[in-house]
């Protein structure tokens, strides 16, 4: 059995011998060895040509890391994080560009934002300059106007200070003539000192040598008006008796009715001489005289 066995292992053994020597066998090998240098062939030339790749990436990088900068610069956007320590550098410039182009692109979208927002503004900008005209005509309309009222104020101005000059005069005019009428004159004295002062006359009454029954006391026609004082009717509420103990008469035109006194008997009175109406006090003459009784 064992014999058996051993010459079936022979035979198969010699089999297997006669197919390693045939043509197809030697065909296979071939095929492989010049696939196995193709292969080797194109790994050396991709080798090759990623090298040349990497030159020219290499190459253009100071210039596209320039551009980059300044696209970052414009809008804002920070530069991603390095991974240079994990990628070989054609990886890493790929790596690169995209966030290159990503910036680019965040540029160009600002720009389109911008280029719309111009276009809005200036069509908004064509009825701004609308209304800006609308409010230029109406500016110079207005400024006209303003400029016919200066030219009327500056005449009107003219006229009122004329006016006022005049008003001024008549007012000095006026306030004159007030004082002029309100000015009232007094004076106060012994009946013989009166009469040679030329202030009183006596008129009317017999002629007799020791009595003249009838005559009156009045004010002389010719009197000096120096002799008296002079007061504003308007503001003298008061005449001061000279002696306050002594009795007096009004020999004028005034009237004691419209006037208070200490003590008054018909037309004599003592104390001083206190106005209490003065229109009516001063009414029927400008002029008062006191004589002491």
């Given at each position: 059995?064992?014999?058996?066995?051993?010459?079936?292992?022979?035979?198969?053994?010699?089999?297997?011998?006669?197919?390693?020597?045939?043509?197809?066998?030697?065909?296979?090998?071939?095929?492989?060895?010049?696939k196995?240098a193709?292969?080797?062939?194109?790994?050396?030339?991709?080798?090759?040509?990623?090298?040349?790749?990497?030159?020219?990436?290499?190459?253009?990088?100071d210039?596209?890391?320039?551009?980059?900068?300044?696209?970052?610069?414009?809008?804002?956007?920070?530069?991603?994080?390095?991974?240079?320590?994990?990628?070989?550098?054609?990886?890493?410039?790929?790596?690169?560009?995209?966030?290159?182009?990503?910036?680019?692109?965040?540029?160009?979208?600002?720009?389109?934002?911008?280029?719309?927002?111009?276009?809005?503004?200036?069509?908004?900008?064509?009825?701004?300059?609308?209304?800006?005209?609308?409010?230029?005509?109406?500016?110079?309309?207005?400024?006209?106007?303003?400029?016919?009222?200066t030219?009327?104020i500056?005449?009107?101005?003219?006229?009122?200070?004329?006016?006022?000059?005049?008003?001024?005069?008549?007012g000095?005019?006026?306030?004159?003539?007030?004082?002029?009428?309100?000015?009232?004159?007094?004076?106060?004295?012994?009946?013989?000192?009166?009469?040679?002062?030329?202030?009183?006359?006596?008129?009317?009454?017999?002629?007799?040598?020791?009595?003249?029954?009838?005559?009156?006391?009045?004010?002389?026609?010719?009197?000096?008006?120096?002799?008296?004082?002079?007061?504003?009717?308007?503001?003298?509420?008061?005449?001061?008796?000279?002696?306050?103990?002594?009795?007096?008469?009004?020999?004028?035109?005034?009237?004691?009715?419209?006037?208070?006194?200490?003590?008054?008997?018909?037309?004599?009175?003592?104390?001083?001489?206190?106005?209490?109406?003065?229109?009516?006090?001063?009414?029927?003459?400008?002029?008062?005289?006191?004589?002491?009784?």
């Open positions: 059995m064992n014999t058996r066995k051993l010459s079936l292992v022979i035979l198969a053994a010699a089999g297997l011998a006669a197919c390693g020597d045939s043509k197809e066998h030697k065909r296979a090998d071939s095929l492989a060895t010049a196995a193709e292969q080797q062939r194109l790994t050396v030339q991709l080798a090759a040509q990623k090298d040349s790749l990497t030159r020219v990436v290499l190459q253009a990088d210039f596209i890391q320039h551009i980059d900068s300044s696209v970052s610069r414009v809008i804002g956007k920070p530069k991603k994080g390095s991974k240079k320590g994990t990628l070989d550098p054609l990886a890493q410039q790929i790596e690169n560009r995209k966030a290159v182009m990503e910036r680019v692109d965040a540029l160009v979208a600002r720009a389109r934002a911008t280029a719309s927002e111009l276009k809005k503004s200036q069509a908004d900008n064509k009825v701004l300059s609308a209304q800006l005209a609308n409010d230029e005509a109406m500016i110079n309309d207005l400024n006209a106007t303003i400029q016919h009222q030219a009327t500056a005449a009107l101005s003219t006229r009122v200070d004329s006016l006022n000059g005049v008003t001024r005069e008549m000095a005019t006026i306030a004159s003539l007030e004082a002029q009428h309100n000015k009232a004159f007094y004076v106060i004295g012994k009946e013989d000192e009166l009469l040679k002062q030329g202030v009183i006359v006596h008129e009317g009454g017999a002629n007799l040598l020791i009595a003249h029954p009838g005559r009156t006391i009045q004010m002389s026609r010719t009197a000096d008006a120096s002799v008296f004082t002079a007061v504003d009717q308007r503001g003298t509420k008061e005449i001061k008796m000279p002696e306050g103990d002594h009795r007096w008469k009004i020999v004028s035109r005034q009237s004691l009715d419209f006037a208070t006194v200490d003590e008054r008997d018909n037309d004599t009175f003592r104390g001083n001489l206190r106005i209490t109406d003065s229109n009516k006090f001063w009414g029927p003459s400008r002029f008062l005289i006191v004589v002491e009784q």
